[in-house]
């Protein structure tokens, strides 16, 4: 029977493109009710597109297998974002008041105005995290109300390579997928594996995916920075293969004997590992290849830790993401951050019900697509009599069963949640209408500056005429003599 309530969201990662469906349960859990998933080594490089044509044959694929799994149209899709070139930047907006005044929440809006208006060269500004205000002296979360002579904002904006934001978009597009939103898949990530303590208290989540590593700091509840580093745990296959082996032999190599970490006692100087039937390789310089790889990663993953934060951290380190699963990667952190309190988290905080076994699997590559699902709340089902039958002579339609509806909204970013990002098509409206409104107020004050002059002009012409109507000097000493020589009675 063809489900008519779910959610559908679709993730590029760095090497597969996940699909998956579910329906949220009034008690909170979801179930999930279909996964695709997609090669992505041909179209997508270190989680952004490159190939545009295969990234979009990549989504359709995905797009039929979900309808067939569910039996039912799909109206629209919750898309994650992310990749190397997402990362941070702290920007500093100030403001001085008189002496007495008090700041009102239309001097913060201005505020955010200025900084949402930054430029940042070849740059799309996703999102944008306030951090604290400084109001003289005193850090504030919220400082409306307060009195000072001196103000600071402190905005965390999230970053994207434009190019990168407007392959995705096209991607889409082309593929004739609705996008209901699009999502910060490292957002959706945090909000799925991490305790609200853990964000409180202050922690690193590291996303070890398979070409890029993830970084997010949080404290206070607040993100305080982002970063994608572009090396993941396929690096770590990599540099097995040049024992002269190929990609999938040294990836399973990997999984049968590579270590994060080895106690220098624990390593046997004639222990050999079988790399095929006529080869092997000495353990140690098979250790001393995967974990020179993985120091890499944890010194880069511990640059993008701001000093001021180091000490902050009493929720330690979060990993997750399927390089997680590298034996002793725990251990790995512990040794080279000096942070104790390291925790892996294979699965997401939510109850899931589920019978696909890569949901099931518990291994940290599904979470970023459960998270992404969680976030949804617009029915994706899509009923029969919207679904378009495809004409057969007409070559423009790319996807007929979801171009029903071009509606473009036209949301303020000001309004959105977040960790949502408007798409191409929403910013591009909300842009026009933004030109529409500044054109139109423009409008209006040319007109009231013509009614000052006209008013102005009127008023000049009245004096005159009241100039003129007034008796002038040979008038008034006519009149001055005829009193004067006028009898009294």
């Not at 607040?222 to 190929?246: E, F, M, W, Y």
Request: with cysteine; glycine share 6%.
């Amino acid at each position: 029977m063809a489900a008519k309530n779910f959610i559908v969201a679709i993730e590029l990662g760095s090497t597969k493109i996940t699909g998956i469906a579910g329906q949220k349960k009034p008690d909170g859990s979801i179930s999930v009710l279909a996964v695709v998933r997609e090669d992505a080594t041909q179209c997508i490089r270190k989680g952004v597109v490159y190939n545009i044509d295969k990234t979009v044959q990549c989504i359709t694929n995905i797009m039929q297998h979900l309808r067939s799994q569910l039996h039912t149209g799909i109206r629209h899709v919750y898309v994650g974002v992310g990749g190397q070139s997402i990362h941070s930047e702290r920007n500093v907006i100030v403001r001085d008041l008189t002496d007495g005044q008090h700041v009102t929440l239309q001097l913060v809006s201005e505020m955010m105005d200025n900084n949402s208006g930054m430029e940042y060269p070849e740059m799309e500004i996703l999102d944008v995290i306030p951090q604290e205000y400084r109001a003289d002296s005193l850090l504030q979360i919220d400082p409306v109300g307060v009195q000072c002579s001196h103000l600071e904002g402190s905005f965390l904006n999230i970053l994207q390579s434009r190019r990168h934001y407007n392959k995705l978009n096209d991607c889409f597009e082309k593929a004739g997928v609705k996008i209901a939103e699009l999502y910060l898949a490292p957002f959706a990530l945090a909000d799925a594996v991490l305790t609200n303590v853990e964000k409180r208290s202050g922690c690193v989540l590291v996303d070890l995916g398979a070409d890029t590593t993830t970084v997010m700091i949080y404290h206070k509840e607040i993100l305080r920075h982002i970063a994608v580093i572009p090396l993941g745990a396929g690096n770590i296959t990599k540099d097995i293969c040049s024992l002269q082996v190929d990609e999938a032999d040294a990836e399973k190599l990997k999984l049968r004997y590579a270590s994060a970490y080895t106690e220098v006692e624990d390593i046997d100087a004639t222990e050999k590992y079988d790399l095929d039937q006529d080869r092997k390789v000495d353990s140690s310089r098979f250790i001393e290849l995967v974990e020179a790889r993985v120091y890499e990663i944890i010194q880069n993953v511990w640059n993008q830790v701001p000093r001021d934060f180091v000490e902050k951290l009493m929720g330690g380190i979060v990993l997750t993401g399927g390089g997680a699963n590298l034996k002793n990667i725990d251990v790995a952190f512990r040794t080279h951050t000096r942070i104790e309190k390291v925790r892996i988290a294979n699965f997401v905080t939510y109850t899931i019900a589920s019978t696909n076994s890569d949901v099931n699997a518990h291994d940290g590559t599904m979470n970023t697509a459960i998270g992404l699902l969680a976030k949804g709340d617009q029915n994706c089902y899509l009923p029969e009599e919207r679904q378009t039958r495809p004409d057969m002579f007409d070559h423009t339609q790319n996807n007929p069963a979801n171009s029903y509806d071009n509606t473009i909204s036209t949301r303020d970013p000001k309004d959105l949640p977040q960790g949502v990002v408007l798409t191409a098509a929403e910013k591009a409206a909300a842009e026009n209408k933004a030109r529409e409104e500044a054109q139109r107020k423009a409008e209006e004050e040319r007109l009231r500056q013509e009614r000052e002059q006209q008013e102005r002009e009127e008023e000049e012409r009245r004096k005159k005429e009241e100039e003129k109507k007034k008796p002038g000097l040979g008038a008034k000493l006519i009149k001055f003599f005829n009193n004067m020589t006028t009898p009294d009675e």
